[in-house]
């Protein structure tokens, strides 16, 4: 745990990617929360589960029936759900060594410069034995491979990169890549498309000298736009389109890093 008079670097406490609702364009995210929430609980076994950076709560009961507790920097976004929230940095959590039989992160370490911080603090307060399942988007796939594009992500993994990181901190760790559907695939590529079309107009990539908290800002307006008219099919997507799958890792849309406990 981070030492008493530590001042951490601050995290964002809210962000346009917060993902709350299945209404309209905010589905795909939606329903990519959901469907690894479920793979976690396919990969978990029982007993109390840490939801570290919780967010809203939309999906937690998909881990049902075990107890869940829920950890966010955003107090108002642990507003009104039905269970045990803490408002904590993930960082340096608020429980004593060996607390948790599992823990899941969904789409959290990404947010953080010092991930080994996260990873140190899961594998405190995991119980011997215990298990803890990282989800992030895959740098390869998810914007640009050689350029963080998204202004509230500071680091983005490729399956190796997530392997080291995650090794030092736990006995064993495996990757695991997250397939999609053809349709959701289809609606992914487009929206890459157009990415790089608006990227190309900035040839000298002024972009990078931009503040972050303005680039911040443009990115949630964007979002908000885009989310509130959806693409043809987005509204069609659900858990099903989504799926585990232990090859072709660089064209996985996300990476697991399944992590056992010493």
């Known amino acids: 745990?981070?030492?008493?008079?530590?001042?951490?670097?601050?995290?964002?406490?809210?962000?346009?990617?917060?993902?709350?609702?299945?209404?309209?364009?905010?589905?795909?995210?939606?329903?990519?929360?959901?469907?690894?929430?479920?793979?976690?609980?396919?990969?978990?076994?029982?007993?109390?589960?840490?939801?570290?950076?919780?967010?809203?709560?939309?999906?937690y009961a998909e881990l049902a029936?075990?107890?869940?507790?829920?950890?966010?920097?955003?107090?108002?976004?642990?507003?009104?759900?039905?269970?045990?929230t803490h408002v904590a940095d993930m960082r340096s959590l608020p429980f004593p060594a060996d607390s948790f039989r599992s823990v899941v992160a969904i789409h959290a370490i990404e947010?953080?410069?010092?991930?080994?911080?996260?990873?140190?603090?899961?594998?405190?307060?995991?119980?011997?034995?215990?298990?803890?399942?990282?989800?992030?988007?895959?740098?390869?796939?998810f914007s640009r491979p050689d350029e963080i594009i998204d202004p509230y992500h500071y680091v983005e993994y490729d399956a190796?990169?997530?392997?080291?990181?995650?090794?030092?901190?736990?006995?064993?760790?495996?990757?695991?890549?997250?397939?999609?559907?053809?349709?959701?695939?289809?609606?992914?590529?487009?929206?890459?498309?157009?990415?790089?079309?608006?990227?190309?107009l900035d040839l000298l990539r002024l972009r990078r000298f931009v503040p972050r908290r303005i680039r911040q800002r443009l990115y949630d307006w964007r979002l908000s736009r885009d989310r509130a008219v959806p693409r043809r099919g987005e509204t069609e997507i659900e858990p099903g389109d989504f799926w585990l799958s232990r090859s072709g890792l660089e064209q996985a849309i996300d990476l697991l890093a399944v992590c056992d406990a010493h």
């Open 1 to 59: 745990m981070i030492g008493a008079g530590v001042t951490l670097p601050p995290v964002a406490a809210s962000t346009g990617e917060r993902v709350t609702t299945a209404e309209g364009g905010f589905n795909l995210s939606f329903q990519r929360h959901r469907a690894e929430y479920r793979m976690c609980a396919q990969l978990l076994g029982p007993g109390r589960v840490l939801d570290l950076a919780c967010g809203t709560g939309h999906s």
């Open 65 to 84: 029936p075990r107890e869940t507790v829920g950890i966010d920097i955003e107090p108002s976004a642990l507003a009104g759900q039905d269970r045990e």
């Open 111 to 141: 947010h953080v410069r010092e991930a080994d911080q996260v990873l140190e603090e899961v594998a405190r307060v995991l119980a011997p034995g215990g298990r803890a399942v990282f989800a992030t988007p895959n740098r390869l796939t």
């Open 160 to 200: 190796r990169e997530l392997l080291e990181l995650c090794a030092p901190h736990f006995d064993s760790v495996e990757i695991i890549g997250v397939e999609v559907s053809a349709r959701y695939r289809a609606i992914h590529d487009a929206e890459r498309r157009e990415l790089d079309h608006l990227l190309g």
